[in-house]
């Protein structure tokens, strides 16, 4: 979008990347097993810290946030240091943040997960919508 071109991190990273810009939904990759707790969903609060990756520290004040039991740690803006994906890891968490509507979120979830089984070699794949 930034006009700066494509870079590779790794396999996961880029087929998160490729379904966002393929469907225009904004999408978050984490780690899970990074992740502490149940995941929630709420507001950035002012001043709440927050790394993101390749960003730094980014206000997230008013922005949607999700958290679990250490910290916020995805927003649609630029997803965490703390549960980035790695080469090391071995759960993955995607969150197809549908602001487009019920339709669109389906189809860019169903995008995933072929793209993840035939390129990211995921396997027992489990998708589900939270409305």
Same mark, same amino acid.
Request: net charge negative.
């Given at each position: 979008?930034?006009?700066?071109?494509?870079?590779?991190?790794?396999?996961?990273?880029?087929?998160?990347?490729?379904?966002?810009?393929?469907?225009?939904?904004?999408?978050?990759?984490?780690?899970?097993?990074?992740?502490?707790?149940?995941?929630?969903?709420?507001?950035?609060?002012?001043?709440?810290?927050?790394?993101?990756?390749?960003?730094?520290?980014?206000?997230?004040?008013?922005?949607?946030?999700?958290?679990?039991?250490?910290?916020?740690?995805?927003?649609?803006?630029? !997803?965490?240091?703390?549960?980035?994906?790695?080469?090391?890891?071995?759960?993955?968490?995607?969150?197809?943040?549908?602001?487009?509507?019920?339709?669109?979120?389906?189809?860019?979830?169903?995008?995933?997960? !072929?793209?993840?089984?035939?390129?990211?070699?995921?396997?027992?794949?489990?998708?589900?919508?939270?409305?």
């Amino acid at each position: 979008m930034r006009g700066l071109g494509l870079y590779h991190i790794n396999n996961i990273v880029d087929l998160v990347n490729l379904i966002s810009l393929e469907t225009g939904i904004s999408i978050g990759g984490y780690d899970a097993h990074k992740i502490e707790g149940n995941v929630r969903m709420g507001i950035g609060k002012s001043n709440e810290p927050y790394q993101a990756i390749g960003r730094g520290e980014l206000n997230v004040e008013f922005l949607p946030l999700f958290r679990d039991d250490i910290s916020a740690f995805g927003s649609p803006t630029s !997803d965490s240091e703390r549960t980035s994906v790695t080469n090391a890891t071995t759960r993955f968490l995607m969150v197809i943040i549908g602001f487009s509507g019920l339709q669109e979120t389906e189809e860019a979830m169903k995008l995933a997960v !072929d793209l993840l089984a035939r390129y990211g070699k995921a396997g027992n794949i489990e998708h589900w919508i939270v409305r």
